[in-house]
């Protein structure tokens, strides 16, 4: 070894304590040569955690076996190495520089991604024409049938596809990512568009027009959040808000309404592909036409080359395939049949994790959307509770960053505990406090966006109030589970919740907003039950 190892950090190179040369004669009035190795060496022997580091901190000085013995005594380096160990006391020292804390995170940019998240709803106040209409068979207007089974769809998909592109971006592949995106969304859109035509019932063009371009919006909204650009889609989104906002105070023609909904939707539609447009280039290296045949499945680039990964599956290099124009040296061997089979489980699998992610989202949206048109559902005479929508979708970002606050208490509390029980403890004060702000802040977004909101039911009454806490609590138990990688056990419990209400307002069981109370307290204590069975693993708070 090429240099002492118990030299401390900050000290010279040439910083070593002395090692005795020859043994002494035994001297009562004077230490031995152990004595002194432990005086000298006391300060590292104290921080090692095992003797064989001690060892071989000695064998980094020069020592032979044949030095010890005459020395010191013992048999050799391993035998001195536990005598020291033995004899020194445990003292581990801290860091003199504060820990890193990788889940550290501003509050403000949380907080606009919760604007971002909340402002596409203005865009129903500009569509409140396209949308309007008779009565359909779920006692809603028409025209928000389609529109309503669009969102559905959109949130749904855009969840799944949003894990797969993040998961690419995990393993450091932000190409990959994109092109997940370039593929995924179009289908996406497609997807929603024709559930929302399939559901329009006696609904107009104008309500499945709008439905189509909102699954256009979810779908270039979701690669503009997945790829960190929360302030260009907020400066995209400024149009429709400006003019949703001066319909409040005086009315606004209808063609004005299309043109400024359809202003901010082609800016972001094409923010979203000038951000995934750069994989094309590069999946057909540099050639647009190339780069686009690549993204077909099963074809070849010009030349004949394959082309370096087909969207959302890993590049020939990662998944153990020879790249292109290299010789195929072990499956030649194994046989064809066999090569493929060796390739292929050598490969991740393309949909791995991205179904319980979906299924999260479609349980989460519905049990939003029954909190904010339960009553009109069943058939009550009331205005929509929209206000429970707007305070949870704005709850979304003070949600993230204590997410984030847990994590990086979590992380503290490993770092200071020195048993699991006070690890429990210290996460689990980590998670009540942590979840306490949350429902403090959702109480008062709640509140603020019922007293604001023009014909608003009175959200301070107690169920309706205590329906929407037990709600926020679900949502963000359910996120804390997808950072923990339960997410399936999250996604089964929130559908389980989904279908539960459903089945309850389609038999018109019991009042409403008891069904939901009972619905969602349900469904928030089986996620705090998850939770707390994983909080003292520590291999979940990776």
Known sequence: MSGALRTPPGAHQDTRP??????????RAQPGPIDELVENLGEFVSAAVHPDEVAALLESDGLSDDQIRERYGVTNSFALAEELFERVGRDYPEPQDPPHDPWRIGLLGCLLRGIVFALPGLGYVLAAPLLAGPKGAFGLPAGTVPMLAGALCGWTWNQGLAHRAYTWMGLGDRTAARRALLVGTPAGVLLGSLVALAA?????GGAVAFAAGQSGYLGAATVLLVMGRERTLLAALTPMTAGAIVTVFHPVPDLARVALLLGSLAAVALLGLLEVAPAVRELGEGSWGAGLLALLPYKKLRGGAEPSGRAGEPRAASTGRPAPGKPEAAPARLGGV?????????APRRHAGTLPYALFGLGSGVLVL????????????????APAAVALTLSMGPAEWLLFRFRSGSLAGLRSSTSARSFRRATAGAVVRCLAGYLAALLVLGLGTSALWPHAPATADGVRLAGL?????VMWTGLLLQSFGAVTGTAAVVCAAALTQTAALATHTGDAHWVGLIVYGTAAGAQTALVCALLGKVTAHR
């Not at 029954?370 to 509770?385: E, F």
């Not at 806490?469 to 609590?473: A, C, E």
């Open 18 to 27: 002395l090692v005795p040369g020859r043994r002494r004669p035994a001297n």
């Open 338 to 346: 066999a090569g493929r089979l060796r390739a292929r489980r050598s």
């Open 200 to 204: 329009a019932g006696s609904a107009g």
């Open 370 to 385: 029954y909190a904010a048109l339960g009553d009109v559902l069943t058939g009550a005479r009331t205005a929509v509770a």
């Open 469 to 473: 806490l037990l709600l926020g609590v």
